[in-house]
């Protein structure tokens, strides 16, 4: 039976796991509870839990083709384009409901390029992953859970192929076939959501070529399976948290989270095994993972709707919303901020059906976006962090505020109007550090830039997108270079 679970049954879920997890050189014994950790949760249970409210129902739910049960949109095989402009919709709602990253648009972009993959390698090897896959798929959708999507493998050194790194680790890869299953070994680096999740998708990180056949592999394992390992991220700011429920942590109540997730000598049962030495369908995997999970940063412009609207706060704060300049450059940031999300609802809704019923989103739209994607928002940033003033960086500590010695020092030389408590310009001058500078910077302007995939990585999609013999023959023709059937 298909449950759709709301926040506390997810954290309760959680605290079922056995995670491995380490940070600041000590394994973390509670999970859920570690104040560093649990506003990334909380961001995670958001999805849970605004599920079950009715005005956002149509967007975060919907029904699952496999079982016709209602599901949860994050665990959904794309059946239309208006799924895909929903998925738009979605990743805008969640980013401008918790300013931060949500972590579960990974497991869905994995799954959904596997849906398609899985089927493309069963029509031409006559294997049976596609069946395997839905499998998989049912009951992932029926116990509504959150899967770590993980493609980015350590790499090693970039000029060399998997094959020839001084250590194979570098990238994930099968060390052992047995009648049962595999064992493989490696790390996937950056995994948003790591230890948030109940599941781990594994996908190859590039193109692999023959002689990477057994770094050619695709397979889920439950998070705690034994012989994983996560190591935390550092943000900055993050030991702001350990303060506890202080304003100077910006966001008050959610935060995202990466770790580097290690694979030692794992052992996968082939019914979760997607791709075994299929090398010549890597390729695919990643583009239309890459493609759809470039789409996901729809949930930037949400992130963006919370920017624009403390830096409008911070403006009239100060007193200085009706200045030209201001005035202007708050519309320059929602100018960006909407042109974003035309990428990512023009990706969606130039969609198409994939031979196995999955709707995949324009590939060229959905790299464009995240191209623009990796400059908007540092320049959004940049101009809320002119009009919010120095201040952001110069503000002294809510202890300081709260000092019996000096609390009134600060209270007084910050207040901008009789009207305005202090601690309201500083509580919203943290969000704004938070989001361009703290730790929802990790999300909003670095994972901008290098989540799914750097910008020279779209610029490449690009060129090769685009219909350039095209656009050359019109222009020949036009001009009389070339003789037209077209043109009277
Ligand atoms: Fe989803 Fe955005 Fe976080 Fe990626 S960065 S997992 S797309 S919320
Ligand atoms: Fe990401």
């Not at 049954?9 to 950790?37: C, H, M, T, W």
């Not at 949760?41 to 975060?60: G, Q, R, S, W």
């Not at 290098?450 to 020279?456: E, L, M, V």
């Amino acid at each position: 039976m298909s449950k759709l679970m709301n926040a506390k049954q997810y954290e309760d879920s959680l605290r079922k796991l056995n995670l491995k997890v380490y940070q600041f050189g000590r394994r973390v014994a509670n999970v859920v509870d570690d104040p560093i950790i649990r506003p990334s949760m909380n961001a995670v249970a958001a999805t849970y839990e605004f599920a079950h409210k009715p005005e956002y129902e149509d967007i975060l739910t919907t029904t699952s083709h496999l079982t016709g049960r209602k599901i949860n949109r994050f665990t959904h095989i794309h059946q239309s384009t208006d799924d895909l402009v929903k998925k738009s919709k979605m990743g805008r709602l969640m980013g401008s409901l918790t300013a931060c990253c949500f972590q579960r648009c990974v497991g869905m972009d994995a799954m959904n390029a596997l849906s398609i993959t899985t089927y493309a390698i069963d029509e031409k090897h006559g294997t049976e992953y596609y069946k395997r896959f839905l499998k998989y798929l049912e009951f992932v959708q029926d116990n509504d859970l959150v899967c770590d999507g993980a493609m980015t493998d350590p790499k090693g050194d970039r000029g060399l192929g998997p094959k020839k790194q001084f250590d194979p680790d570098l990238f994930m890869h099968v060390v052992e076939e047995r009648p049962d299953g595999i064992v493989v070994s490696g790390a996937k680096a950056h995994q948003t959501g790591a230890v948030n999740s109940h599941e781990i998708i594994i996908m190859p990180t590039i193109t692999m070529r023959e002689e990477d056949r057994d770094y050619a592999v695709s397979f889920a394992l439950p998070a705690d399976a034994e012989g994983i390992t996560y190591i935390m991220g550092r943000q900055s700011c993050d030991t702001r948290k350990l303060e506890g429920m202080s304003f100077d942590r910006g966001n008050m109540f959610y935060g995202g989270h990466e770790a580097l997730v290690v694979f030692d000598k794992v052992f996968v049962p082939w019914e979760r095994v997607f791709m075994f030495r299929e090398y010549d369908f890597t390729t695919m995997l990643v583009e239309n993972f890459a493609a759809y999970h470039r789409q996901s940063y729809a949930c930037k412009v949400g992130v963006g709707d919370v920017l624009i609207g403390a830096t409008q706060t911070v403006a009239e704060y100060n007193g200085a919303e009706k200045a030209s300049h201001v005035k202007d450059k708050i519309i320059e940031m929602n100018h960006l901020n909407e042109t974003l999300f035309c990428g990512c609802i023009a990706c969606a809704a130039e969609g198409h059906r994939e031979p196995c019923g999955t709707y995949q989103n324009d590939l060229l739209l959905a790299n464009v976006h995240k191209q623009n994607i990796t400059r908007f928002p540092y320049e959004i940033a940049r101009l809320a962090q002119d009009i919010a003033g120095g201040l952001v960086v110069t503000c002294p500590s809510e202890a300081d505020l709260k000092s019996p010695e000096v609390g009134a020092y600060v209270d007084k030389y910050f207040k901008t109007k009789a009207d305005i408590p202090t601690e309201h310009r500083m509580r919203i001058l943290r969000l704004i550090e938070n989001i361009t500078m703290g730790t929802a910077a990790v999300g909003y302007l670095t994972e901008s830039m290098h989540g799914a995939g750097s910008p020279q990585a779209q610029r490449i999609m690009i060129a090769r997108l685009v219909n350039m013999k095209q656009k050359q023959k019109v222009a020949k023709e036009l001009c009389g270079i070339d003789k037209s059937d077209n043109l009277t």
